[in-house]
């Protein structure tokens, strides 16, 4: 069996980080395998492709690198990370009495449409593409599948839920938490899609101040600049207490989530959640909204509240307040990290693409 995974796209994202993983993970367990992706990545399975990058058209221009890149080879199994890369197989009709596997995570942009018309377009194309013509169809919660079937009207068999891993070896719980003079609340993930819903890090943030809550929120992002975040900040008069960190690299991630108080996750809709998980493994009770797949991939170790700021504010204060609750949280989130492995996730896809 010689499995390809395909890909357009970079590491630098949940997507990314999922194929990185995976790739890696079935690489150890079944050397026959191949990952095509943007010119990154040193492992010797990775075939690196040329591409150009144009900022709001990835989604339509992609697709046709990946396509010119995988000409010139063969596969028993295609898997596609993604819907785009999925369009990219059919168009090099590579793919012909293949077995055809594609990941599609969520359904976000059928629920927060994108701010440009082609962007839907495309989403859209893809999606009905890669639902007609896969074998297969992997998701990676009960609740992306539930979703595939009532919103993008795709049949039940065809899909199966293979939940996501985390890397244990790169986060995991510090001996010792740190001590900080005020509670220290961090956030990392997007800052400037609608369903993140950043804005309430800000207003949960002004909500604790005004109830007179001592506290330090730290967000981890390279594009609060881009974002009406910093802005907030400002006119609610919060600059002591919200601190921008900038993108967090991976050599960093786990003495950032590790050292946190408390992680709070106020997003309006997740297909999975890495964030959240990957505090959990690094041993930090989380405050995260119920919203989406979030109840789902967090069962225990969480505090989960509707996400408007009030609630998620009640739920820091009664963690910083009752150490007893915040102690057993702290256990439960290593626990319930520990149910997700990339072996795992690597063990149940090589069953789908023996099937």
Same mark, same amino acid.
């Given at each position: 069996?010689?499995?390809?995974?395909?890909?357009?796209?970079?590491?630098?994202?949940?997507?990314g980080?999922y194929t990185?993983?995976?790739?890696a993970?079935?690489?150890?367990?079944?050397?026959?395998?191949?990952?095509?992706?943007?010119?990154?990545?040193n492992?010797?399975?990775?075939?690196a492709?040329?591409?150009?990058?144009?900022?709001?058209?990835?989604?339509?221009?992609?697709?046709y690198?990946?396509?010119?890149a995988i000409?010139?080879?063969?596969?028993t199994?295609?898997?596609?990370?993604?819907?785009?890369?999925?369009?990219?197989?059919?168009?090099?009709?590579?793919?012909?009495?293949?077995?055809?596997?594609?990941?599609?995570?969520?359904?976000?942009p059928?629920?927060?449409?994108?701010?440009?018309?082609?962007?839907?377009s495309?989403?859209?194309?893809?999606?009905?593409?890669?639902a007609?013509?896969?074998?297969?169809?992997?998701?990676?919660s009960?609740?992306?599948?539930?979703?595939?079937?009532?919103?993008?009207?795709i049949?039940?068999?065809?899909?199966?839920v293979?939940?996501?891993?985390?890397? %244990?070896?790169?986060?995991? *719980?510090?001996?010792? @938490?740190k001590?900080?003079?005020?509670f !220290? +609340?961090?956030y990392? #993930?997007?800052?400037g899609?609608v369903?993140?819903?950043?804005?309430?890090?800000?207003?949960t943030?002004?909500e604790l101040?005004?109830r007179?809550?001592?506290?330090?929120?730290?967000?981890g992002?390279g594009?609060? %600049?881009?974002?009406?975040? *910093?802005?907030?900040t @400002?006119?609610?008069?919060?600059e002591? !207490? +919200?601190?921008?960190? #900038?993108?967090?690299?991976?050599?960093?991630?786990?003495?950032?989530?590790?050292e946190?108080?408390?992680?709070?996750?106020?997003?309006?809709?997740?297909?999975?959640?890495?964030?959240?998980?990957?505090?959990m493994a690094?041993?930090?009770?989380?405050v995260?909204?119920?919203?989406?797949?979030?109840?789902?991939?967090?069962?225990?170790?969480?505090?989960?509240?509707a996400?408007?700021?009030?609630?998620?504010?009640?739920?820091?204060?009664?963690?910083a307040?009752?150490?007893?609750?915040?102690?057993?949280?702290?256990?439960?989130?290593i626990?319930?990290?520990?149910?997700?492995?990339?072996?795992?996730?690597a063990?149940?896809?090589?069953?789908?693409?023996?099937a």
């Open positions: 069996m010689d499995i390809t995974i395909i890909s357009c796209l970079t590491s630098n994202c949940g997507i980080r990185e993983q995976l790739a993970t079935v690489h150890q367990k079944h050397n026959q395998l191949k990952l095509y992706r943007k010119n990154e990545g492992a010797p399975f990775i075939h492709y040329k591409h150009r990058s144009f900022k709001n058209l990835k989604h339509l221009v992609a697709p690198y990946l396509k010119n000409q010139h080879t063969d596969s199994v295609w898997h596609a990370d993604n819907i785009d890369a999925f369009s990219a197989l059919i168009w090099s009709g590579k793919g012909k009495k293949k077995k055809k596997v594609v990941t599609i995570h969520d359904t976000i059928l629920l927060y449409p994108h701010d440009h018309w082609w962007e839907t495309a989403f859209n194309y893809h999606l009905k593409k890669s007609k013509e896969a074998d297969v169809i992997v998701t990676v009960h609740t992306s599948k539930k979703d595939l079937i009532e919103k993008a009207n049949n039940e068999n065809k899909i199966e293979v939940y996501n891993g985390i890397d %244990h070896e790169m986060l995991f *719980p510090s001996e010792e @938490k001590i900080h003079k005020r !220290n +609340i961090r990392i #993930g997007g800052l899609a369903h993140k819903n950043a804005v309430a890090l800000i207003e943030a002004r101040k005004q007179g809550f001592e506290f330090d929120m730290e967000i992002s594009v609060a %600049h881009h974002t009406v975040l *910093p802005e907030l @400002k006119k609610y008069g919060l002591a !207490n +919200i601190h921008f960190k #900038g993108f967090i690299p991976d050599s960093q991630l786990q003495t950032f989530l590790s946190a108080d408390v992680f709070l996750y106020p997003s309006l809709y997740e297909g999975f959640g890495f964030p959240p998980l990957e505090a690094c041993g930090t009770a989380v995260s909204s119920d919203t989406g797949s979030l109840a789902e991939i967090l069962p225990k170790g969480a505090l989960l509240s996400p408007e700021p009030a609630a998620l504010a009640d739920a820091v204060i009664k963690i307040q009752d150490n007893t609750l915040k102690t057993r949280l702290e256990k439960e989130a626990e319930n990290a520990k149910s997700f492995s990339w072996q795992k996730t063990s149940q896809m090589l069953e789908i693409y023996r």
